[in-house]
């Protein structure tokens, strides 16, 4: 690919980025951000908002998740949002499907792009692991996303798999399983953040922490940890194989 359609190209990311990130901004009242009434206000008007019509919300969301996974974004914020909006259940099926859609676009789209570049960054950190995705790739890249990707960021870990070569339908049902506790964690936060938002009346960080909503996935998290390690231990110690 030319250099000025790279160029062209990472001029539109941004500023579709950019745009995106002024829409959003513009709706928030930043000198309330204190104020826990605010809080409240934000609940009841997306309740009634999203409760209108959800399905057709649902599929708002389901295309943006797409877009923001596709356009580098964050997966955490997402996934919290979405248990606000739509709740621990819905939310995470929703999300799980859309955030591996929106990897796997960005995947072949970068494949197709930006290969030279991604090898040229990545290859030399994670070449080490090329051998062992070509064992089982399936499996290994399960583990992968199981283990929340080594702690690498959320959209590196969606571009990694180009130095693999991983095939396509591998790459779709890899993250979409691997997703699935992950994504259910953080919905779950979400979810509680919105009954505590909805049944509290000032903010307290102690009710807040030792709520169930809370501190449940809090522990699920820490369970998710202690198995994020011992897959890192299993299947990508490469001293051992």
């Not at 877009?67 to 999300?95: E, R």
């Not at 959209?155 to 990694?160: A, D, G, K, V």
């Not at 903010?203 to 996935?217: G, M, N, V």
């Amino acid at each position: 690919m030319s250099k000025y359609l790279k160029f062209f190209l990472g001029i539109s990311y941004i500023l579709i980025l950019t745009v995106f990130l002024y829409y959003v901004f513009s709706y928030i009242e930043i000198r309330r951000l204190n104020d826990f009434a605010y809080y409240k206000e934000l609940q009841s008007n997306l309740n009634y908002y999203v409760n209108s019509n959800n399905f057709i919300n649902l599929i708002y969301f389901f295309i943006f998740c797409i877009i923001w996974v596709f356009m580098l974004g964050f997966a955490s914020p997402i996934l919290i949002i979405s248990g606000i909006l739509f709740g621990k259940w819905i939310g995470t099926f929703a999300t799980t499907i859309s955030i591996s859609i929106g990897a796997l676009i960005l995947y072949i789209f970068a494949g197709l792009f930006f290969s030279d570049l991604v090898q040229r960054i990545l290859n030399k950190k994670f070449s080490k692991y090329i051998h062992l995705f070509k064992e089982n790739e399936f499996i290994y890249f399960f583990a992968f996303r199981l283990s929340g990707g080594l702690g690498i960021p959320f959209f590196l870990q969606n571009l990694l798999p180009i130095i693999f070569k991983i095939n396509k339908s591998n790459y779709f049902f890899a993250s979409l399983f691997g997703f699935i506790p992950h994504v259910f964690i953080w919905n779950t936060v979400g979810d509680g953040l919105s009954k505590y938002v909805e049944k509290s009346e000032s903010f307290s960080l102690f009710k807040l922490i030792f709520s169930p909503e809370i501190y449940t996935p809090i522990i699920m998290f820490l369970a998710l940890i202690l198995l994020s390690f011992i897959i890192k231990k299993k299947f990508f110690n490469v001293r051992n194989k």
